[in-house]
């Protein structure tokens, strides 16, 4: 307390012991001093026990086994992997796998949330009651029994590869996953791709300067056929130049399986279709509460500046529904990564399946395995809602 | 009209209008608008049809094995169900001592219900009753007491819903005081005690809980000493506890945050010590303020119980999954489908009961201070 009533100085007035007793910043580090030491006792007592536990059982410790042979396979592999590669091999194939189910969760859950989220909204009662029925119906499922009743009840009980589904585009179901045609890019692909990036370009290009001729003189050009002819002829044309370098490998059916093209495993699918429909229920419910916050005035005022419904939606309420549905959304993006573990129950060989399980079964060295499979997760935690803030504090930023 | 000069109580009434009204203005206000409707209605109707066909005029509802479902467009193979609902209920607690289980689930409902229902006075005895009493007779009760002549039953034998219920209650008693101190622990003014609670909590939340259990399961065994065993479900029960700890802990923080300065300076003012400022002024507010997250973590909790599967303890799913892929004797092609259904079912009706009390209790105990 500054001021003219200032205490006299501590230092002068002999205190007894009760005062210590009774003084906050004592018992403070009384009582910190205490946890502190509590603290040492525990953690000390868990490595002794851990170390002596470890020795009886004959565990090696310490991280040299990541340069072991691994010695499994394992069924889906972004990158190159045989059984002779090393355990750190076989842990960066399960990371890179849960990102992928991660990543295109996260596209799929956003696009069907937002879907199911304004269909909860509309004003249409048959349409609002079946997006209601859903939210209420899948958020109180364990997304354990969705994987299974995906898996085992319906991606288990397709026909067998034998008397395969026949798809539209040369593509085949079957209970061993979804077939389709693999592209074989030739010579000249990359004037297909010169034409792409250019494509693109012009297309921000044109973006930026319709955007510049709206704010000097409040005319918006319409882009959208320049920009289409752009991101689409530019590349057709190189296409055709570069003499159509791109054939299909079809699946072929051979004895007792399909031989050829793209695989997409069932495991696959049942994790994506999953963890997509539960934590789309979610977002479907943030998306609602956001767009619900955005005042009626905003749109009465949209309204009032002769703006038509689907511009209402996209240029007034979104943004600012979007500063409320950020931060729950990003929860929601965590929450379907971290739930990408439960692949270890249906067998996707994710990190948790393919380390946590195989990795820590065959070298029995649970706390360096648990330690590793939990930073990984701790980090993209980290990652994930670093960039959602920063995403935030932009969104945020348009406010006046 | 006649006019009415009885005041009415309630909610004001909405504006009534006729059906054909309703239907022309909620469901074909414009082109659009009906298109949707029609689209709607045949998605309903296609729905419907589907689940009635599958599951009543196509399901087979007699037999004592699968044979009957093995025909061809069998709908659900509802037997399976009958046949395995004791598996499903209780595990393979022995059936001679079955009666414990249910004695527990009365005793339960009977504090439980009382609790759960305003306007019922004792609530102090009967959250004792709850709190402390409950849980010891129910141990005793579902363990087995040697000395009282109930022979033991050992943990390995239990399943099902017993399994699903108990790491559920269990999850919830412990999880609740445990995420209260912790959100007071992150709030403490002490450097050391906050950035403990802080580390804890936000190291639990980045992790999935199938690596807590994994860690419950495979990790704590090695840091006990070398005499002291644990069961399968106590470990278990150990990582579903603290995982949901740290999520309730948020969730009360939150509630501690919105308390305004002024209730902490006036207990402060009035003289009162931490635990009854705490106690007293501070938890009563802030708890009840922030119920709907309370229960969306206990739903949570709920749904997360199925989970223990992973680390092999056999709850509502795992015995269902057992019973779908293990027991060839009852193989048919619905069979998945039929014991998904239900278990889909048993869990949908404890979270949205859960979920439809809270909002219950939401408007029951809004005291109007909102807003």
Redesign the interface.
């Given at each position: 307390m500054k001021g003219p009533s200032k205490p006299p100085s501590p230092a002068k007035v002999s205190r007894s012991l009760s005062d210590y007793v009774y003084d906050p910043k004592t018992r403070?580090l009384v009582?910190?001093a205490l946890?502190?030491l509590l603290?040492v006792w525990f953690v000390g007592s868990?490595i002794e026990?851990?170390i002596?536990?470890?020795e009886?059982q004959g565990i090696a410790s310490g991280f040299d086994f990541l340069d072991n042979t691994a010695g499994f396979d394992i069924s889906q592999t972004l990158i190159a992997y045989t059984n002779t590669m090393t355990y750190a091999r076989a842990f960066l194939v399960g990371l890179l796998n849960t990102l992928l189910v991660a990543v295109v969760g996260i596209f799929l859950a956003t696009i069907v949330g937002f879907g199911i989220g304004i269909a909860r909204l509309?004003?249409?009662?048959?349409?609002a009651t079946?997006a209601s029925v859903y939210i209420?119906?899948l958020?109180?499922?364990?997304?354990?029994?969705m994987l299974?009743?995906v898996y085992?009840?319906?991606l288990?009980?397709l026909p067998s590869p034998r008397d395969s589904l026949e798809l539209p585009l040369s593509s085949y179901l079957n209970t061993r996953g979804l077939y389709f045609p693999a592209p074989i890019w030739g010579d000249g692909t990359w004037l297909f791709l010169l034409g792409l990036v250019a494509g693109l370009g012009g297309v921000v290009l044109l973006y930026f300067r319709a955007r510049r001729k709206f704010i000097l003189t409040g005319q918006a050009p319409s882009v959208a056929v320049p920009a289409a002819g752009l991101i689409i002829g530019l590349p057709l044309v190189a296409f055709v130049a570069a003499g159509s370098p791109l054939a299909f490998e079809y699946p072929v059916a051979g004895r007792f399986n399909l031989k050829g093209g793209l695989v997409v495993q069932p495991e696959f699918i049942a994790l994506l279709a999953g963890l997509t429909l539960y934590t789309a229920a979610f977002i479907a419910e943030i998306v609602r509460s956001g767009i619900l916050a955005v005042h009626k005035g905003q749109r009465e005022a949209a309204a009032a500046l002769g703006l038509h419904q689907g511009q209402i939606m996209r240029l007034v309420v979104i943004p600012q529904a979007l500063r409320v549905i950020i931060p729950p959304l990003t929860n929601q993006y965590l929450n379907l990564t971290?739930?990408?573990?439960?692949a270890?129950?249906i067998g996707y060989p994710d990190l948790?399946s393919v380390f946590?399980g195989t990795v820590?079964n065959q070298t029995n060295q649970?706390?360096e395995v648990?330690l590793i499979?939990?930073s990984v997760?701790?980090l993209l935690?980290?990652l994930t809602s670093l960039f959602m803030n920063w995403f935030n504090a932009r969104v945020a930023l348009v406010e006046r | 009209m006649a006019v009415n000069s009885e005041p009415r109580k309630g909610p004001p009434q909405r504006n009534s209008i006729g059906i054909a009204q309703w239907v022309q203005e909620n469901l074909f206000g414009s082109v659009g608008n009906s298109i949707l409707t029609l689209f709607g209605l045949s998605f309903s109707v296609w729905l419907v049809w589907s689940v009635v066909d599958w599951a009543i005029l196509r399901a087979v509802f007699t037999g004592s094995d699968g044979s009957a479902c093995r025909i061809e467009g069998a709908g659900a193979c509802w037997p399976f169900v009958v046949h395995k609902f004791q598996l499903f209920m209780y595990g393979r607690y022995p059936v001679e001592e079955i009666w414990r289980v249910n004695l527990t689930y009365v005793l339960a409902l009977a504090g439980l219900i009382p609790l759960m229902l305003p306007g019922i006075p004792g609530k102090l005895w009967l959250s004792i009753y709850m709190l402390v009493v409950f849980p010891v007779i129910a141990f005793f009760l579902l363990t087995g007491a040697e000395w009282f002549g109930l022979p033991n039953v050992e943990t390995e034998k239990w399943g099902g819903l017993l399994v699903t219920l108990v790491v559920a209650c269990v999850g919830i008693a412990a999880s609740f005081p445990l995420g209260i101190i912790l959100a007071l622990a992150r709030r403490s003014e002490l450097p050391l005690i906050k950035w403990l609670a802080i580390f804890f909590i936000e190291f639990v939340r980045g992790v999935p809980l199938v690596t807590v259990l994994f860690f419950a399961s495979v990790m704590l065994p090695l840091f006990l000493p070398e005499n002291v065993t644990f069961d399968k479900l106590l470990r278990a029960l150990i990582g579903v506890a603290l995982f949901s700890a740290a999520y309730l802990a948020e969730v009360v923080r939150g509630g501690l945050q919105a308390i305004p300065r002024g209730q902490f300076e006036a207990a402060d003012a009035l003289g009162l010590g931490y635990p009854q400022k705490m106690g007293f002024i501070v938890l009563p507010q802030a708890l009840k303020l922030v119920i709907p997250g309370i229960v969306n973590s206990f739903i949570a909790l709920f749904k997360d119980t199925s989970l223990v599967l992973i680390i092999g303890v056999f709850d509502l799913l795992g015995i269902v999954q057992q019973g779908i892929s293990s027991d060839a004797k009852w193989f048919s092609p619905q069979t998945a489908a039929t014991g998904y259904v239900f278990a889909a079912f048993v869990f949908w009706l404890f979270c949205f009961g859960m979920s439809r009390y809270s909002a219950w209790l939401e408007t029951r105990l809004d005291t109007g201070h909102k807003n």
């Open positions: 403070g009582l910190q946890v502190a603290l868990i026990n851990t002596r536990n470890l009886a509309s004003g249409n009662w048959l349409v079946l209420e119906t958020r109180n499922i364990p997304p354990l029994l299974f009743a085992f009840g319906v288990k009980t971290k739930n990408s573990s439960l270890v129950a948790v946590a820590l649970a706390v648990i499979t939990m997760y701790l935690s980290l | -």
